[in-house]
């Protein structure tokens, strides 16, 4: 009796340590990072995700060019989202729904990869806009991110940012890096949030042209470059300083 009373512990034990092994394996499964690969001529209705785990989400469109056009990318909730769109056209008028994920990186790499998308986050949504490539690649662009957390967009292929809309009106702090030349961030439409308010129009005359810059209720605004670089922006102001007590 003693020898089966020991050998039935002894199972009970080790019953206890897989379901504890398989637990944690679970749990690192679903806490890992999770990518899917998008294709609009094949995901029902173009739309693609959510992902399934607990970890960030990476939507990935690189196969072949146009691959993810007028796809709708529904990123998880309560992680981080990433979207990658790496070839020529690959989320050209795409939808991006960001709206209960906690922060969206969004790489726009080649030409026109991701013109005219519309990219919607939710409260307090971190974002960040890399707009590379040759041409074009987050032209008319818009940023639905009226109660977004910090923004901030890198304009670093030719005219990559030309005609975006950015309504971040009750963001918090938005910045706008103009770092290509030759219009880069022409015509674009900037709502700052209720934070620091900057966008870099340095290194040329022509880079910011035509840009429309609603301040709101920021609480600073600059404009880094020349009269004439800054000349389409506000006049710069910084909170105000409290008087000596």
Not at 76 to 87: E, I, K, L, M, R
Not at 93 to 106: D, G, I, K
Not at 108 to 121: G, I, L, M, P, R
């Given at each position: 009796l003693s020898h089966l009373l020991r050998r039935t512990a002894s199972l009970r034990i080790m019953f206890s340590i897989s379901l504890f092994l398989f637990t944690c394996a679970l749990r690192l499964r679903f806490s890992r990072g999770e990518t899917l690969s998008c294709n609009a001529q094949l995901d029902v209705n173009r739309v693609c995700g959510p992902c399934t785990g607990t970890g960030p989400c990476n939507f990935v469109c690189s196969a072949?060019?146009?691959?993810?056009?007028?796809?709708?990318?529904?990123?998880?909730?309560?992680?981080?989202?990433?979207?990658?769109?790496?070839?020529?056209?690959?989320?050209?008028?795409?939808?991006?729904?960001?709206?209960?994920?906690?922060?969206?990186?969004?790489?726009?790499?080649?030409?026109?990869?991701?013109?005219?998308?519309?990219?919607?986050?939710?409260?307090?949504?971190d974002v960040v806009l890399n707009c590379g490539g040759t041409e074009n690649t987050c032209k008319d662009l818009t940023l639905n991110g009226l109660y977004a957390g910090d923004v901030a967009v890198n304009c670093n292929g030719y005219r990559s940012c030309v005609g975006m809309n950015l309504l971040t009106t009750s963001a918090n702090n938005v910045l706008i890096n103009c770092n290509e030349a030759d219009g880069v961030c022409a015509s674009l439409t900037l709502h700052c949030g209720t934070g620091h308010c900057r966008i870099d129009c340095s290194g040329g005359s022509n880079k910011c042209g035509s840009i429309q810059v609603v301040t709101g209720t920021a609480v600073s605004f600059k404009c880094i470059g020349t009269a004439e670089e800054c000349k389409s922006a506000p006049l710069n102001y910084g909170p105000p300083t409290m008087p000596p007590s």
């Open positions: 072949f060019e146009d691959i993810c056009v007028e796809s709708i990318f529904q990123c998880q909730s309560g992680t981080a989202c990433q979207v990658d769109c790496n070839v020529w056209g690959a989320c050209l008028e795409s939808f991006v729904e960001a709206q209960s994920a906690t922060a969206l990186t969004m790489n726009c790499d080649s030409y026109t990869s991701c013109e005219k998308a519309q990219v919607t986050v939710g409260v307090g949504t």
